[in-house]
């Protein structure tokens, strides 16, 4: 994925140019009083808590950031603006338009995530004592360019977020034609071995290549799988990630958005290098 910056959450005049356009426009002052940070200042404040897990009012105000509660009022107010969908369409475009997205199979997974802070879409991990967890669900093209992502709780099966995260999938166009959102093949684990959803893959024309329960161990279907696996491993490189610190699911589905966001910045990035 290219070298690691020594300050990952400096924020990149090409990235900021893709994300200015996107913010809405900021209310007018209610009280009058300190100067607005500016908001490239307070995405780098946000950056910095994904990346460290620091928390929020441990900020250090020397970085020039703004204070941690600024930077939390502007990650909610942008999430409810939809702007890591918007950020995320306009990535996914760039990659299809260089013909760098694979559309031949999909591939789905989960990981279990502790929740220091029970809340909205928590719940008991059935792999950890019943202590409160949430799961990241991540949908991911051929290459392990994630298309999709989803909050639940800890005890939600995996394959009641199947059709979800496809659904969740934008259109993607770039290229001449439709817009692309259907894979033609969908690989997953043994988790989500049912038949009524391999009915309704065939359905929509996805053809299912899922694990069977019972079989001998070893599906042979790795040399595919593993791509997703790795995606959830850079997820979870941003610290925010490792554990569910907000007890609010939207601010921690915003950090999600976000990340995956960064993540898709970074094989746009790669066109570049090429």
Same mark, same amino acid.
């Given at each position: 994925?290219?070298?690691? +910056? !020594? ?22 002052? #209610? ?11 307070? #995405? ?16 250090? +105000?020397? /970085? ?31 990659? @299809?338009?260089?013909?760098? $997205? ?7 997974? !989960? ?14 991990? *059935?792999?950890?004592?019943?202590? *409160? ?7 991911? =093209?051929?290459?392990? &360019?994630? /298309? ?12 009641? +977020?199947?059709?979800? %995260? ?12 439709? *817009? ?12 989500? =071995?049912? =038949?009524?959803?391999?009915?309704? $893959? ?7 290549? &899922?694990?069977?329960?019972? +079989?001998?161990?070893? !599906? ?14 850079? %997820?979870?490189?941003? @610290? @925010? ?16 958005? %976000?990340?995956?966001?960064? &993540? ?6 790669? /066109?570049?290098?090429?």
């Amino acid at each position: 994925m290219g070298k690691r +910056q !020594s300050r990952p959450w400096i924020v990149s005049d090409e990235l900021w140019s893709l994300i200015e356009p996107l913010l809405p426009e900021p209310g007018p002052k #209610l009280v009058a009083g300190r100067p607005r940070v500016p908001d490239r200042q307070a #995405l780098c404040g946000i950056l910095f808590v994904l990346h460290t897990g620091i928390q929020w009012e441990y900020l250090p +105000q020397e /970085l020039g950031f703004g204070s941690g509660m600024t930077c939390w009022r502007r990650l909610a107010a942008w999430n409810e603006a939809g702007v890591w969908e918007k950020l995320h369409l306009v990535l996914l475009k760039k990659l @299809r338009s260089a013909k760098q $997205l694979d559309w031949s199979r999909v591939v789905i997974d !989960s990981s279990r995530v502790r929740a220091a802070r029970p809340g909205p879409k928590s719940g008991p991990s *059935p792999v950890d004592r019943a202590r *409160p967890g949430s799961k990241h669900h991540v949908l991911t =093209d051929g290459q392990g &360019i994630p /298309l999709a992502v989803s909050l639940t709780g800890g005890n939600r099966n995996d394959v009641t +977020q199947l059709l979800l %995260l496809l659904d969740k999938v934008p259109p993607v166009a770039g290229v001449v034609g439709r *817009p692309r959102r259907r894979p033609d093949m969908l690989f997953a684990d043994r988790d989500y =071995d049912h =038949d009524k959803y391999r009915r309704l $893959l065939w359905k929509r024309g996805i053809r299912p290549v &899922i694990a069977e329960r019972g +079989q001998p161990h070893g !599906s042979g279907l790795g040399i595919f799988r593993w791509v997703v696996e790795r995606t959830i491993s850079w %997820l979870h490189g941003f @610290r @925010r990630l490792r554990i569910r610190w907000e007890r609010r699911d939207d601010i921690h589905g915003a950090f999600l958005g %976000l990340a995956t966001c960064l &993540i898709t910045h970074r094989h746009v990035q790669r /066109l570049w290098d090429l």
